[in-house]
């Protein structure tokens, strides 16, 4: 288990929950996380939030959500959690529907005030999937504009990127270091979800230090949460 360090900085957590938002399961797994892995943003996907509002275990926390779908009076999508200022956020879904369930992938762009005065950019996102490598490559294009468009230095773009396939990593890598963007290996990156060898999740940075990463193995998603820490010196 990972320890707690003085080193100036902040903990951040990066977690596809596939749902698991309103079960009691994810409640108590999701504070134990919080208990031994201090985190001051969050960012999920695959969340599942009631038209009534966030659950109690997200209220200690600033909040943004965007939505790809809304069923039964339930909002689902990627959601950006902060106990950092967070001081604006804008959403962004696919032009792409998937194949068979025909629904829109969702992503979130939010600012965040750090320790000391600085402004870091998150990119919250869950990456199209069920499409032709071409679609994947589109909506990987717009993603491109929008990282483009991010004047801060300090920049995370972190998710489920679906990159289950050689070609999808090489295209997404390509794009992350024409931003100058890189990516964050966990000392046990063999515990990120995969599909064919291929992990699905990433955390990308850039004008930041990693001082520790690590995978969290759970039983509650059938993806696991990559934990890591920064400094911003």
């Not at 920049?155 to 270091?177: E, P």
Request: charged share 20%; net charge positive; aromatic share 8%.
């Amino acid at each position: 288990m990972m320890e707690r360090t003085p080193v100036a900085g902040f903990g951040f957590l990066c977690w596809n929950i596939q749902k698991r938002s309103l079960a009691e399961e994810f409640r108590r797994e999701f504070l134990h996380l919080l208990k031994h892995y201090p985190s001051d943003i969050i960012a999920l996907q695959e969340v599942k939030i009631p038209e009534t509002g966030a659950p109690g275990h997200f209220q200690p926390f600033s909040r943004a959500l965007s939505c790809n779908f809304v069923r039964n009076r339930h909002h689902f999508g990627v959601m950006t959690l902060s106990k950092l200022p967070l001081t604006t956020h804008s959403p962004f879904t696919t032009k792409v529907r998937e194949a068979v369930i025909a629904t829109k992938k969702s992503a979130l762009l939010s600012r965040h005030t750090l320790p000391g005065g600085e402004t870091l950019a998150l990119l919250n996102l869950h990456a199209i999937n069920f499409v032709p490598h071409r679609l994947f490559v589109r909506e990987l294009t717009r993603i491109s504009e929008w990282i483009g468009s991010i004047e801060e230095r300090r920049t995370l773009v972190a998710g489920d990127f679906n990159t289950w396939s050689r070609k999808r990593q090489i295209s997404l890598d390509g794009v992350m270091r024409e931003h100058g963007l890189e990516r964050l290996v966990p000392e046990n990156e063999k515990s990120i979800k995969s599909i064919l060898g291929m992990p699905l999740d990433h955390i990308y940075y850039r004008g930041l230090t990693p001082l520790a990463a690590s995978v969290i193995d759970t039983p509650i998603s059938d993806h696991n949460p990559i934990y890591a820490r920064f400094s911003v010196g």
